[in-house]
């Protein structure tokens, strides 16, 4: 079949596939564009060479699009992916450009300047698809509201949303990848923007749609020669002895005050994304790491390793090691690679001789290297190591490295503290008032309503700042027969401490009294629940407890107060965690009150936030913590304490004592400021 293109209007509700072909129509102005596979052929083979070229700094083979490359279209995209997972997608769009150069532009981006991603590394070329998307026009949607579902058809339209000055673009293949429904689209091109999930409903949101061919192959297969290995040993053999023997005469140089080189004329200088010295007692074999790497920017060694020289220097002198007493190892690393989530990675053939791998989740980071080792027990020794709480979204990276040692190992994670005994007020001032006086004046505003006290096993309240929220919180705690132990569970809003903590303080500090805590119990619970740890840190500045805490004191004031601040975690981990807590409890003389410290939906419209909450209270109504988690997470509800309230109520279920939820109130901040365009949902509840 002979390729070709064709400009013409055509109606805008049309659509046409013809054998063979593939055609993209504009909806407004600009016409079909009809592709044959020769066509798609030599697209791909023009973003796959200069997608290689790229990433591989060679001149790429030149690729004829002969008929396509003056054609002028509204957009082009390359997208990279490796395993089904993107590895890059970068393009041009809304600025009509020759095809050739619009194709040519966006390869060069997608190989190197995705801002979600580093750069492709030559190791990655073997195991990428590569797909080319052109474009058409864009056309405003005009129907408001739930119409603009029936407006948006996957697969055939891609979406762009414009709001509050923010932009989001999803190409039409995306909800296909992922099997998105018509309104997951709409959703995820909101998210895309930065904006909340629903916006698309909000009459100020723009929604654009558009049309697109794509075409795909796996990226070698487009190549018209055998792909090269690419040198990415940093030094020679000899320039890495020099190096490592310079390392050590500059150490000693500034462990006696002399005045040391500031670099090793003998050794080049480079560009790299990862060093490390690893100082090594002789005596004890104890290590001392200094570590520095970075996968989307390259830094200079010479200058960034002397500083890390000095650094090391000033540790040697304080422990007063002697020449003899300690070595210093020296590790460089380049050419990083992104490999994706750690859950259902398949390393088969990782060169672990050359190659070290990077694994991250959250604030945990971790850079591990053993020669000679499966990259499938590198990983298992990361997920120990870092203790891994979420195996779908930590990623995996791996850098091109150099160093005498046949393994290393760099943790990075926050670390428990136990801080002081008495744990000092954190947001007295801004949640709720600091001086006593007006704490008391505002306790006996919120406790104005007399309630009869009955027995519950656990409660929710909310936690935003008193003017807010205070009022549904005191008509919840005020009807509970308050035990002589609660443990509030909340979430941690903060980046501070680990990722599960039960604070180990004996004393709650606070303006109108302190609260005593219970030590005992949080060890117990710190040991029957995994990955729970007593740890200071993460309680320092965390709002969700400390805001109950005057409330509490109010009502009880005897009662001792057990913190748990909640990181992230899923479903088989909040089960695991309620198996624990459930255990501890059943184990006491009398049970404790179980306080799940959340706010509801955060910033959607008022009518939007209370149909969002509503969601997540009939799966609580329901008495189902497993349809809870997955509703606000499938609906995007930003429900921050629904990890706390997962792990209660199944708690609960395991001890047989789940069977009634009752609710108290509900409002969202709209009732308190006026303001209904961007709103908060606060939720009381009752449990038994």
Request: charged residues 20%; glycine residues 6%; hydrophobic residues 40%.
């Amino acid at each position: 079949m002979q390729s070709f293109l064709k400009q013409h209007p055509l109606p805008s509700s049309s659509s046409e596939q013809q054998k063979g072909s593939t055609s993209m129509q504009s909806d407004s102005t600009t016409a079909r564009i009809e592709l044959s596979p020769e066509h798609h052929q030599r697209l791909l083979q023009k973003a796959a060479a200069v997608v290689v070229g790229t990433a591989t700094r060679t001149v790429p083979a030149e690729i004829a699009l002969e008929e396509l490359e003056t054609m002028v279209i509204n957009g082009a995209f390359v997208s990279l992916k490796r395993q089904g997972q993107l590895r890059s997608c970068c393009g041009n769009f809304g600025q009509p450009l020759p095809l050739g150069q619009a194709l040519h532009q966006a390869a060069i981006r997608a190989a190197k300047d995705d801002p979600r991603f580093p750069p492709i590394s030559p190791s990655e070329i073997e195991q990428l698809d590569v797909e080319v998307w052109l474009l058409s026009d864009l056309e405003l949607v005009e129907e408001q509201g739930l119409e603009r579902l029936k407006a948006v058809q996957v697969g055939l339209h891609g979406l762009q949303i414009r709001a509050d000055g923010r932009s989001g673009l999803l190409l039409p293949g995306v909800p296909l990848d992922h099997g998105w429904s018509e309104e997951e689209f709409l959703n995820q091109t909101c998210i895309k923007a930065g904006l909340p999930p629903t916006a698309w409903k909000d009459p100020g949101t723009r929604l654009l749609r558009y049309q697109g061919v794509s075409c795909k192959a796996k990226l070698v297969e487009m190549l018209d020669a055998p792909l090269e290995k690419v040198a990415t040993q940093i030094l020679s053999h000899r320039e890495f002895a020099q190096y490592q023997q310079y390392i050590q005469s500059t150490i000693e140089a500034l462990r006696l005050g002399q005045v040391p080189s500031y670099y090793c004329p003998q050794v080049s200088d480079a560009n790299i994304q990862g060093v490390a010295l690893i100082l090594i007692h002789e005596n004890t074999s104890e290590e001392l790491v200094l570590s520095k790497w970075a996968l989307k920017q390259s830094f200079p060694m010479q200058s960034t390793v002397f500083s890390m020289c000095q650094q090391l220097a000033q540790i040697i002198a304080r422990q007063n090691l002697r020449p003899g007493e300690f070595q210093v190892k020296l590790v460089l690393a380049t050419d990083p690679a992104l490999h994706g989530p750690v859950e259902g990675l398949n390393l088969e053939n990782f060169d672990s001789r050359n190659r070290s791998l990077l694994v991250m989740e959250g604030q945990k980071t971790g850079w591990f290297y053993q020669r000679e080792e499966t990259a499938a027990k590198i990983i298992a020794r990361a997920q120990e190591s870092l203790s891994l709480m979420q195996l779908e979204t930590a990623q995996v990276a791996s850098m091109a490295t150099q160093s005498a040692l046949h393994r290393f190992e760099i943790v990075n994670r926050p670390r428990a503290e136990l801080g002081t005994e008495i744990r000092p007020t954190g947001v007295a001032g801004t949640f709720y008032p600091a001086d006593p006086e007006s704490v008391e004046t505002q306790l006996d505003e919120l406790f104005r309503d007399a309630a009869e006290p009955q027995t519950w096993a656990a409660a929710m309240v909310p936690h935003a700042g008193w003017k807010y929220s205070g009022k549904i919180a005191a008509d919840v705690l005020q009807r509970i027969k308050v035990p002589s132990t609660i443990i509030v569970i909340g979430p941690k809003h903060t980046r501070e401490g680990v990722e599960w903590a039960v604070a180990p303080h004996k004393v709650w500090q606070l303006p109108n009294g302190n609260l005593e805590a219970d030590v005992t119990l949080a060890r117990r619970l710190a040991e029957e629940i995994p990955g729970l740890e007593l740890d200071a840190a993460a309680h320092r500045s965390e709002h969700a407890i400390e805001v109950e805490l005057p409330l509490i004191k109010r009502l009880a004031p005897d009662s001792h107060v057990v913190g748990i601040a909640i990181g992230g975690g899923n479903l088989q981990q909040c089960d695991d965690f309620a198996a624990g807590l459930a255990r501890v409890i059943e184990q006491l003389d009398e049970p404790p009150l179980m306080l799940i410290s959340s706010d509801m939906n955060h910033f959607a419209t008022d009518v939007e936030n209370r149909r969002l909450d509503q969601l997540a209270l009939e799966k609580m109504d329901a008495l189902d913590p497993d349809g809870l988690l997955e509703t606000v997470r499938a609906q995007h509800i930003s429900m921050c304490g629904v990890l706390p309230a997962v792990i209660v109520m199944k708690t609960l279920q395991k001890m047989g004592k789940l069977s009634q939820v009752e609710r108290v109130g509900y409002a969202t901040s709209g009732d308190v400021t006026g303001d209904r365009s961007r709103v908060v949902g606060y939720a009381g509840l009752l449990i038994n």
